[in-house]
Each structure stands twice: as structure tokens, then as C-alpha cells.
């Protein structure tokens, strides 16, 4: 975690609760440690964050697989397209736009380079730093159905939070070289 921990030692003093908070979320978790990187990989990713994604990846050693990493990063990209296009369906609310098919290629969302509940659930931590309610609802109902349980989506949600705020402080504060 030196990486992760020299990241997050620039953080200023307001924002001590975020320094402390992200190593926490991602030593105490119920997530495995390819769960916990992998969500805040995608988290870091879907943040605009690339200092943030190379300290994690890092800090997560050998934890962080290149396919685990790879799935991160697609579930980063494949909701900021869905994340769009969902929430501003349900936002106009019209029936009309429900029933029209969206036509955007999702192929790797059936078929990821780890496992499938793995990358349903980095797809509902960028769901969620995204609002888009459908998707979080989606991908919720996936992974529990996939096995796991909801203190691992609980977990995953914690852990999107705080990289999430990690990544604003990444682009706001200056950074020790």
C-alpha cells in the first residue's frame, strides 16, 4: 500500500476522514482482495483518475490479475456509455423510449475476461458513482443472484465512495512527487 498511502499522504488535512477511509475499505472487507481492487480499479477508472489506478494497482500486487484489471477498466467504459443512456431513459420517463431497443454493443459485459458476478459488481460501483438508478438496480439484482451477498454490495459501494472522493482530491490537490 506504500504507493496508495504516498498518494493519499497529499491529501490535505481536510480531507483526513478520505485518507483514512481508503485504506480502511480496502484492508476490512467481506470482498475478496481481487473484489475490493478490482471495484476500486473500475472506481479510480470511471473517475478520471489514472494517478489513483496506478497507485491501486500497486498497492493490490499480484491481488490486481491482468484479467481483473482488464475487467475493471471495461466495466469503467461499458457504464459511462450504459450509465448515460439509462438515466436519461428513465429520467424522460416516456414508454415510448423504454420500448426501444438501445443498439449499443455491450459483448463484454457477457463475456468478461474473469468472473461474471466480479464484473457485474465493478459495474454497479461505477453505477453508482454515476446515479444511474437503473443500472445500480441491475447490476444489484445480478450479483446477488450470482451468489453474492448484500454486505459484499454494501462493501463495494463503500469502497466506490471513497475512491470516488479520493479521485476529486487526486485532481484537486497537489500531489507529492
Do not use: W
Not at 470511471?46 to 484489471?69: H, K
Not at 462493501?155 to 487526486?170: E, G, S
Amino acid at each position: 500500500m506504500d504507493a496508495l498511502m504516498q498518494l493519499a499522504a497529499a491529501f490535505p488535512d481536510a480531507a483526513k476522514d478520505i485518507r483514512l477511509n481508503l485504506t480502511a475499505v480496502l484492508q476490512q472487507s467481506v470482498l475478496s482482495p481481487a473484489q475490493r481492487f478490482g471495484v476500486a480499479t473500475a472506481v479510480a477508472h470511471a473517475s478520471r483518475a489514472p494517478a489513483l489506478v496506478t497507485a491501486l494497482a500497486s498497492a493490490a500486487g499480484t491481488e490486481l490479475t491482468p484479467a481483473v484489471a482488464a475487467d475493471a477498466q471495461a466495466a469503467a467504459a461499458l457504464m459511462a456509455m450504459n450509465n448515460v443512456y439509462y438515466r436519461a431513459r428513465h429520467m424522460l420517463g416516456k414508454a415510448e423510449y423504454a420500448a426501444m431497443p438501445p443498439r449499443l454493443r455491450m459483448q463484454r459485459l457477457a463475456a468478461p475476461a474473469g468472473a461474471k458476478v466480479d464484473f457485474e459488481l465493478f459495474a454497479l460501483a461505477v453505477s453508482a458513482v454515476f446515479g444511474c438508478t437503473t443500472c445500480v438496480q441491475a447490476h444489484e439484482r445480478a450479483v446477488v443472484e450470482g451468489g453474492l451477498s448484500t454486505a459484499q454490495v454494501h462493501d463495494a459501494l463503500r469502497i466506490a465512495a471513497v475512491v470516488h472522493a479520493a479521485a476529486l482530491l487526486v485532481a484537486t490537490a497537489p500531489v507529492a512527487a
